[in-house]
């Protein structure tokens, strides 16, 4: 069965901090992994996006890694703002004709002053 | 331009009403798509068209009618709702995909905030 776990499911950070944020998938045939960050109430707004073959992508201050031995992708996020409170969402796209994504649970962020 | 528009924002509709939701796109994209999201919850894939003819209708009740006038558009009527149909409805567009284009992006639109009273 396709699958995508994040974690954490919730994180709290100071302004400033840096945080990572995990997933795991299971997922076959893979095509590509991405991050999107939604707000409450919003659609998601893509962050990165990775293919097998790549192993790191950068975004300003998002940087998102994938092992496609483990099945593993992080996404770290440098020097937080109050901006970036949103829920992280990890999605990985089964290769079809059309983008079939698997949906994680996403890891809600909130960042305090 | 890498917008996908919605329209409604905001829609509260009765149980007897008839609604549609629009969504519009200028990428040349000629794969569409409906998401329903619960709060705290992924979206969760309803309907999509491919090349303006449905393709995927994952169980959706009849009571939610999905039509695709043009490639650019897209439309989906509601009628006969039940309160438990209050969502966030997400539309979203991307290129087809297939192993020569592996990291084609899909773009979301803000959603309509439906409620169903």
């Given at each position: 069965?396709?699958?995508?776990?994040?974690?954490?499911?919730?994180?709290?950070?100071?302004?400033?901090?840096?945080?990572?944020?995990q997933?795991?998938?299971?997922?076959?045939?893979?095509?590509?992994l991405?991050?999107?960050?939604?707000?409450?109430?919003?659609?998601?707004?893509?962050?990165?996006?990775?293919?097998f073959?790549?192993?790191t992508?950068?975004?300003g201050?998002?940087?998102?890694?994938?092992?496609?031995?483990?099945?593993?992708?992080s996404?770290?996020?440098?020097?937080?703002?109050?901006?970036?409170?949103?829920?992280?969402?990890c999605v990985?796209?089964?290769?079809?004709?059309?983008n079939?994504?698997?949906?994680?649970?996403?890891?809600?962020?909130?960042?305090?002053? | 331009?890498?917008?996908?528009?919605?329209?409604?924002?905001?829609?509260?509709?009765?149980?007897?009403?008839?609604?549609?939701?629009?969504?519009?796109?200028?990428?040349?994209?000629?794969?569409?798509?409906?998401?329903?999201?619960?709060?705290?919850?992924?979206?969760?894939?309803?309907?999509?068209?491919?090349?303006?003819?449905?393709?995927?209708?994952?169980?959706?009740?009849?009571?939610?009618?999905?039509?695709?006038?043009?490639?650019?558009?897209?439309?989906?009527?509601?009628h006969?709702?039940?309160?438990?149909?209050?969502?966030?409805?997400?539309?979203?567009?991307?290129?087809?995909?297939?192993k020569?284009?592996?990291?084609?992006?899909?773009?979301?639109?803000?959603?309509t905030?439906?409620?169903?009273?």
């Amino acid at each position: 069965k396709n699958q995508v776990e994040q974690s954490p499911q919730s994180l709290i950070i100071l302004e400033g901090k840096n945080c990572t944020l995990q997933c795991n998938y299971t997922v076959s045939p893979f095509s590509n992994l991405r991050w999107y960050k939604q707000d409450t109430g919003r659609g998601p707004v893509s962050l990165t996006i990775m293919t097998f073959s790549e192993n790191t992508k950068s975004n300003g201050r998002y940087t998102a890694t994938l092992d496609a031995d483990t099945k593993q992708s992080s996404l770290h996020i440098t020097a937080s703002q109050l901006s970036d409170s949103a829920s992280y969402i990890c999605v990985v796209t089964v290769l079809s004709g059309y983008n079939k994504l698997i949906f994680g649970a996403g890891t809600r962020l909130a960042v305090h002053p | 331009d890498t917008e996908v528009t919605q329209t409604p924002k905001h829609l509260v509709m009765g149980m007897t009403n008839k609604k549609s939701l629009k969504c519009e796109q200028h990428m040349g994209h000629r794969a569409m798509y409906w998401y329903k999201q619960k709060a705290k919850k992924p979206p969760e894939l309803m309907f999509v068209y491919s090349y303006e003819k449905l393709s995927i209708n994952e169980s959706v009740p009849s009571r939610f009618s999905p039509e695709c006038p043009n490639s650019s558009l897209l439309n989906l009527h509601l009628h006969a709702l039940q309160p438990e149909d209050s969502a966030l409805y997400l539309c979203a567009s991307s290129h087809r995909t297939g192993k020569k284009r592996a990291n084609t992006e899909a773009f979301f639109g803000q959603g309509t905030r439906l409620t169903v009273v």
